[in-house]
């Protein structure tokens, strides 16, 4: 076997898009026969690791792809590409090594609905500020040209997360790595993120927050210490270097409390659900 037909993924990160913008993309090897992805130190049937290996399929149809717990750790294949900022928010011209990859993995489906990722309960789900019901419901109650379909990422089997978004006209999603799913999405399917700039105080989350002593929704005396500024640009920059059009918006606040020291940990999420109407009409028409 030529060590240069093969390609080798080594990350170990549980994390769709760390997997997909740290590893897959600066890795991307066209012509390669053979793919391995290196099993220690990971569960291969972990739904991220499927994730990456159903990706993987797209990308190198032809190759042999597998899991294998090699004797000593290999060193991954080179880097192709640089990747990209995922920090600061940067309105990137279309890449063309990015969009190859991209333009590979999603549909070339017909769109039949609007897609909105609602995440489990108390776990960054969404509700419509107005009238206090959960998103779909408010959403539900709209005359769109296209019907609401609704899913949640984290009970679903990466084929059926590609299916979903496959017939996507607009995917509508709050911040988190399931938006990395729009790489299955038409190039013509628009993502509307729902974003945690509002009460963005404290990373990691302060004592105070966590505990409950203040407000989810109350500035605190903790640091950004890890960046001084909201810094979940992950899409919005994705979308700009793969020509997608991407509309985010800002929770109006937040109910419950931190389920962790991540700030983006948040239970229950508020959104204008009046003015997302708005958007996703001018989207639609």
Not at 189 to 201: D, G, Q, S
């Amino acid at each position: 076997m030529n060590i240069e037909d093969c390609l080798f993924s080594t990350i170990t990160d549980n994390n769709i898009f760390h997997i997909f913008a740290f590893d897959i993309i600066k890795r991307y090897k066209p012509n390669a026969n053979h793919v391995f992805i290196d099993e220690n130190n990971i569960h291969k049937n972990d739904k991220c690791q499927l994730w990456r290996l159903f990706v993987m399929k797209r990308l190198y149809p032809n190759s042999t792809i597998q899991f294998r717990k090699f004797k000593k750790i290999v060193k991954p294949s080179k880097e192709t590409h640089g990747g990209y900022n995922s920090w600061e928010f940067i309105k990137y011209p279309i890449d063309r090594h990015i969009y190859k990859i991209v333009d590979k993995i999603n549909s070339k489906c017909t769109s039949e609905y609007i897609l909105l990722n609602q995440r489990s309960y108390n776990n960054r789900y969404l509700y419509d500020y107005g009238t206090k019901s959960p998103l779909q419901d408010y959403l539900l109650t709209k005359k769109f040209k296209y019907p609401i379909k609704i899913c949640n990422f984290e009970t679903m089997t990466p084929e059926e997360q590609y299916d979903a978004c496959s017939k996507a006209k607009l995917f509508i999603s709050a911040h988190g790595a399931g938006c990395t799913n729009i790489i299955f999405t038409h190039i013509d399917c628009p993502l509307i993120e729902i974003n945690l700039r509002t009460h963005w105080y404290c990373d990691p989350v302060c004592n105070d927050h966590y505990f409950e002593k203040i407000s989810i929704n109350e500035k605190c005396n903790g640091k950004l210490t890890y960046r001084d500024f909201f810094h979940k640009a992950d899409y919005h920059n994705l979308c700009h270097l793969i020509n997608k059009k991407y509309t985010e918006i800002k929770t109006v606040c937040y109910d419950g409390k931190f389920n962790d020291r991540n700030p983006i940990s948040k239970q229950q999420l508020h959104v204008d659900g009046e003015n997302l109407t708005k958007i996703i009409e001018k989207y639609i028409q």
